[in-house]
């Protein structure tokens, strides 16, 4: 079972781009997923993420207002899209599953994908 990121890439200041996150298998139906990002030098922290029944979303702080997620439930694929990109946005994007909630995702998803680049740059 994977989850597959794709969508990254260079674009300027104030621009968009939309990642992708398609899992493998339909065993994440009921699962919640989201995003995390990992900056040179830093930690890997939270995004945001999405609920399975509710659509109920959370965004980090830095995010919020910019950045949309949403799920195709029918294809269990998840979309991140990222508006007015910042150059602090620069990282490589992980989206992540959990069975327990939007609490078990930030605190430690079981599952993660493959990290795909995102730089903003001039």
């Known amino acids: 079972v994977q989850l597959q990121a794709s969508g990254g890439g260079l674009v300027q200041p104030g621009g968009s781009l939309r990642l992708s996150c398609a899992a493998s298998?339909?065993?994440?139906?009921?699962?919640?997923m989201g995003w995390f990002r990992q900056a040179p030098g830093k930690e890997r922290e939270f995004v945001g993420t999405i609920g399975w029944s509710s659509g109920y979303t959370v965004y980090a702080d830095s995010v919020k207002g910019r950045f949309t997620i949403s799920r195709d439930y029918a294809k269990t694929t998840v979309t991140l899209q990222m508006n007015s990109l910042r150059p602090e946005d620069t990282a490589v994007y992980y989206c992540?599953?959990?069975?327990?909630?939007?609490?078990?995702?930030?605190?430690?998803?079981?599952?993660w994908g493959q990290g795909t680049q995102v730089t903003v740059s001039s």
């Open positions: 992540a599953a959990d069975p327990n909630g939007v609490n078990g995702l930030k605190t430690r998803p079981d599952y």
């Open positions: 298998e339909r065993t994440f139906s009921g699962y919640t």
